[in-house]
C-alpha cells in the first residue's frame, strides 16, 4: 500500500511538472489584434492577458479547460479546450458590442482609467482637433491666436502653456518641441485627425518610466487605428464661414494579412472676429499595417499638415470698456502665422519567445513655424509698434525600443520593461525679430541655430502577487545642448550637457472585483530651452518634479464608478517665458497639492453622464505669504456631460467645462475670469447616411478663453498699463455635417 501511494504522489508530481500551456491570439471583426483582453481558465483559478499583438499564453491549461474571454466593447466568449488547441494553438475572434459600464471588472482591467477614458471616446467621439486633450479627464484647453497656435493646456493646477509640464505623443512619436521660437514644449496637436484616433492613454504625475523630458504634470499618448471599418465621406458647414470636409478610404481593405487607409482633411473658417481668420488647415494621413507572420505585425505611418491664419490678437479689457473695440476688435489685426509639419513613422511589434515581446518605433518629422504676434501695442516702440515674429525649421530624428520579459517565480508573475531610446532635434535659422506689418524686419533680436539631443534608457518591473501589483522602476535621461548664436559676428558654438536620473515606484492593490486602491511616487523634470541655458547661465538645466498620489477606483453599483485622488507635487523651478524678449523667467520653487475625483454613471443602456473635477492649491515657496500665487493656475476646474447612443436612431450629447477665477499675478491683484461653457451635438443616421448638427456655447456666454496680465500701451496713451489682455471665447456656433458610408 506504501508503495503504490509513493507511485501515485510521483505520477501526479510529474504530471504537474510537465503541466501544458495554452498559446493564442485575440483578434476583432476585422481580423485586426486586441489588446489587454482577460483570458481566465475558470478551472484551474489562472488568467493572463493578450499583449499588443493580440497573443497570450496561459499557463498549465489542459484539454477540457473553459476559457472565459472579455473585454469592455466586445461580447463575452466561452470556450472548452481541445487537445489540437494545445498542439497548435487557438484564434479566437471577438466580435464588437456596445460599451456596458457594468461589465467593468476592475480585476480584469491592466488600466482601468484608461478603459473608462475609451468608453469615454466611444460615446463622445471628437470631431476637431480642438477636442482632442479634453477627453483626458480633468484637461482643460483654450485656444487664441486664430485657431492655428497650439492650445494652452491646464492640468492639476498647472498654466502648462502650450505643453511645458505634459508630455504628448503620437503612436510613440513626440509632440512636444524642445527649445521651440514660441515656447519650451510647444505642442501643436493639429496634425492629428480626430477620426482616426483608436485609442487614449494618459497618466497624471511623473509615475512612469516609459515618459521623460515634460512629464511633470502628467503625459498623453495617442494610438492611431490600424484600420477602419468603412470609407466614408463627410461635410460639414457653420456659422463665420466656416467649412469642414473629411474622407476616409480603405486602400487594402479584401486582405486579411494587411491593410492600408488614408484620411483627407480640409478646413476653413473666418471666425467670430471683425477682421476674418481667414483660417485654413489641411491634414493628409496614410497608415500601412501588415503581419509579417501569425505574432509579428509591422506599420508605416505617414502624414502632413499645413495652416495658415490671421489673428486678432489678445485685447486688453480698458479698450472694451472705453468703447474703442468690442469683444471681437483687435488693436493689431496683422497677426497671425504659418505651419506645417510632415511625419514618417515605423513601428515593429516582434514576439521574440513565448514571454518576450519587443517593440520599437523610429521616426523623422520635418517642421516649419512663423508666427506674428503683439503683445504690448506701443509700449516698446511707439512709432512703428511691438509687433514681434519667432520663427524656426526643424527636422526631428528618433527612435523608441522596448523589450518585455515575463516570468514568473512560483506564485508570482513578474514583467520586466527595459527601454532605450533617443532624439535629435535640428533647428535652423530659429529666430525672433521685430517686426511691422508682417513684412519689415526692424530689428533681430535672436538669430541662430540649435541642436539637442536626449538619450535615454529605462527599466521597469511589475510584481503580481496575490491582489498587490508592485512597480519599481528607474529612467536616465542624457542631453546634448549646443547653439550658435548667427547674430554674434565671432563663430561660436556654445556647449553643455546633463544627465538626470529618475526613480518611481507604484503600488496598486485590487481589494475586490469592485475597488482598487494605488499609491504613486516619483520624480521627473522637464527640459529648458538650450539659448537659455547656454546663454543666460539657467542653474536648472533639468528642473525637477517630486510627486505622490494616494487613490482608489471604485464601483459601488454595477452602472457607476468613482475614481477619487489626493497628490502632491514640488517642482524645483517655475518657468516663464517671456515670447516678447525670448528669454524665459525662473521664479523658484513651487508646490501643488489637490483633490481629483471623476464619476462615470451608464442611467440605461443609451444614456451616459460622466463628470471630472480637480481642486489644487498652488504656491510659490520662495515668496512671501500673499505675494506667492502662481499666476493663472487654476484652483478647480470641472468638466463631463451627457451622453446618448442608440436611441433609435439618434446619438449625440451634452458637454460642459468650468474653469474658476485665477490669479493673473503674483499677489492676486489682477484676477483671470472664470467660464462655463456648454456645448450639445445630435446625430441622426439613416442606412449610410448620417445627419450631424453641433451647437457651440448654447447659451451664448461671453467668456474670455485665454488671459494675461499684461503691460501695455495703446497708440493714443501716454503711460503703460498692467491688466488682463484676453481671447474671447466663440459665442453661439453651430455647425452643421452629412456623412455618408460606403
Same mark, same amino acid.
Given at each position: ?545 517630486? %510627486?505622490? #498620489? $494616494? !487613490?482608489?477606483?471604485?464601483?459601488? @453599483?454595477?452602472? *457607476?464608478? =468613482?475614481? &477619487? ?28 497639492? %489637490?483633490? #481629483? $475625483? !471623476?464619476?462615470?454613471?451608464?442611467? @440605461?443602456?443609451? *444614456?451616459? =453622464?460622466? &463628470? ?28 463631463? %456631460?451627457?451622453? $446618448? ?8 450629447? *451634452? ?35 448620417? $445627419? ?51
Amino acid at each position: 500500500m506504501k508503495q503504490k501511494l509513493i507511485l501515485f504522489f510521483t505520477i501526479t508530481l510529474c504530471l504537474q511538472s510537465f503541466a501544458q500551456h495554452l498559446k493564442g491570439r485575440v483578434v476583432d471583426d476585422f481580423k485586426q489584434p486586441i489588446e489587454n483582453v482577460y483570458i481566465y481558465n475558470s478551472i484551474k483559478n489562472t488568467h493572463t492577458h493578450t499583449n499588443e499583438n493580440g497573443s497570450f499564453i496561459l499557463e498549465n491549461t489542459v484539454a477540457d479547460d473553459i476559457l472565459e474571454i472579455g473585454l469592455l466593447g466586445f461580447e463575452k466568449k466561452e470556450i472548452t479546450i481541445t487537445k489540437t488547441d494545445i498542439e497548435n494553438g487557438i484564434t479566437i475572434a471577438l466580435v464588437s458590442k456596445i460599451f456596458q459600464l457594468d461589465e467593468l471588472v476592475l480585476r480584469k482591467e491592466i488600466n482601468a482609467l484608461e478603459t473608462i477614458t475609451k468608453v469615454d471616446l466611444e460615446l463622445n467621439p471628437v470631431n476637431s482637433s480642438q477636442e482632442i486633450l479634453r477627453k483626458v479627464p480633468g484637461l482643460i484647453i483654450g485656444q487664441h491666436a486664430g485657431g492655428g497656435k497650439a492650445e494652452q493646456i491646464f492640468l492639476r493646477g498647472f498654466d502648462i502653456d502650450h505643453g511645458t509640464d505634459i508630455s504628448l505623443s503620437v503612436d510613440g512619436m513626440p509632440i512636444n518641441m524642445v527649445s521651440h521660437a514660441h515656447g519650451q514644449g510647444y505642442s501643436d496637436l493639429h496634425f492629428l485627425i480626430p477620426e482616426t484616433i483608436q485609442k487614449i492613454n494618459f497618466g497624471k504625475g511623473p509615475y512612469y518610466a516609459n515618459t521623460g523630458d515634460f512629464n511633470t504634470a502628467g503625459y498623453v499618448d495617442f494610438s492611431t487605428k490600424k484600420a477602419i471599418n468603412n470609407n466614408s465621406v463627410s461635410v460639414g458647414f457653420g456659422d463665420f464661414n466656416s467649412l469642414r470636409t473629411l474622407g476616409m478610404f480603405n486602400l487594402l481593405d479584401t486582405k486579411k494579412d494587411q491593410n492600408a487607409y488614408v484620411a483627407v482633411e480640409y478646413i476653413e473658417t473666418d471666425g467670430a472676429f471683425e477682421s476674418p481668420q481667414n483660417f485654413n488647415r489641411v491634414n493628409i494621413f496614410g497608415k500601412y499595417n501588415a503581419f509579417i507572420n501569425d505574432t509579428d505585425r509591422i506599420s508605416l505611418t505617414a502624414s502632413h499638415f499645413t495652416s495658415s491664419w490671421d489673428a486678432s490678437g489678445q485685447i486688453p479689457e480698458r479698450a472694451v470698456a472705453n468703447g474703442s473695440i468690442n469683444r471681437f476688435g483687435a488693436i493689431d489685426d496683422t497677426e497671425g502665422g504659418f505651419t506645417s509639419r510632415t511625419n514618417f513613422n515605423i513601428e515593429l511589434n516582434k514576439t521574440l519567445d513565448d514571454a518576450s515581446l519587443l517593440k520599437a518605433n523610429a521616426f523623422y518629422s520635418h517642421y516649419n513655424f512663423e508666427l506674428y504676434s503683439n503683445f504690448t501695442f506701443f509700449l516698446e516702440d511707439a512709432l512703428n509698434g511691438d509687433q514681434i515674429k519667432q520663427f524656426e525649421d526643424r527636422d526631428i530624428f528618433g527612435m523608441n525600443v522596448q523589450l518585455s520579459n515575463i516570468v514568473n517565480y512560483g506564485n508570482v508573475e513578474a514583467t520586466y520593461t527595459k527601454g532605450v531610446g533617443l532624439r535629435y532635434d535640428l533647428i535652423n535659422d530659429i529666430e525672433l525679430s521685430h517686426t511691422k506689418n508682417r513684412s519689415e524686419t526692424l530689428e533681430q533680436i535672436q538669430l541662430g541655430s540649435v541642436k539637442q539631443t536626449n538619450m535615454y534608457a529605462f527599466f521597469n518591473a511589475d510584481f503580481e502577487v496575490g491582489k498587490f501589483k508592485i512597480s519599481p522602476s528607474v529612467r536616465l535621461d542624457y542631453f546634448k545642448f549646443l547653439y550658435n548664436d548667427r547674430l554674434n559676428p565671432t563663430y561660436t558654438t556654445l556647449s553643455k550637457s546633463e544627465a538626470i536620473v529618475s526613480p518611481k515606484l507604484n503600488f496598486l492593490y485590487t481589494q475586490k472585483d469592485n475597488l482598487q486602491w494605488y499609491l504613486k511616487s516619483g520624480i521627473g523634470f522637464h527640459s529648458n530651452d538650450a539659448r537659455v541655458i547656454l546663454q543666460q547661465e539657467t542653474d536648472k538645466i533639468l528642473p525637477r518634479a517630486y %510627486g505622490a #498620489d $494616494f !487613490g482608489n477606483i471604485w464601483k459601488p @453599483t454595477k452602472n *457607476l464608478v =468613482l475614481n &477619487t485622488a489626493v497628490w502632491y507635487l514640488l517642482s524645483e523651478e517655475e518657468l516663464v517665458y517671456v515670447g516678447d524678449a525670448g528669454v524665459i523667467e525662473p521664479s523658484g520653487k513651487s508646490e501643488r497639492f %489637490g483633490f #481629483d $475625483f !471623476g464619476l462615470r454613471y451608464q442611467f @440605461t443602456d443609451w *444614456l451616459y =453622464l460622466d &463628470t471630472d473635477l480637480t481642486a489644487t492649491k498652488a504656491r510659490s515657496l520662495e515668496n512671501i505669504s500673499g505675494e506667492d500665487y502662481i499666476p493663472l493656475s487654476p484652483d478647480f476646474t470641472m468638466s463631463g %456631460g451627457l451622453s $446618448f447612443s442608440n436611441l433609435g436612431n439618434f446619438s449625440g450629447g *451634452l458637454r460642459y467645462r468650468f474653469i474658476d477665477d485665477r490669479p493673473a499675478n503674483e499677489d492676486n491683484s489682477i484676477v483671470a475670469d472664470g467660464y462655463f461653457v456648454s456645448d450639445f451635438n445630435i446625430n441622426y443616421k439613416m442606412k449610410n447616411i448620417t $445627419f450631424g448638427v453641433a451647437i457651440e456655447n448654447i447659451f451664448d456666454v461671453a467668456w474670455n478663453e485665454t488671459q494675461f496680465a499684461t503691460e501695455s500701451r495703446l497708440q493714443n496713451e501716454t503711460e503703460s498699463v498692467e491688466e488682463i489682455h484676453f481671447t474671447p471665447g466663440t459665442p453661439f456656433f453651430a455647425k452643421a455635417t452629412i456623412t455618408y458610408a460606403f
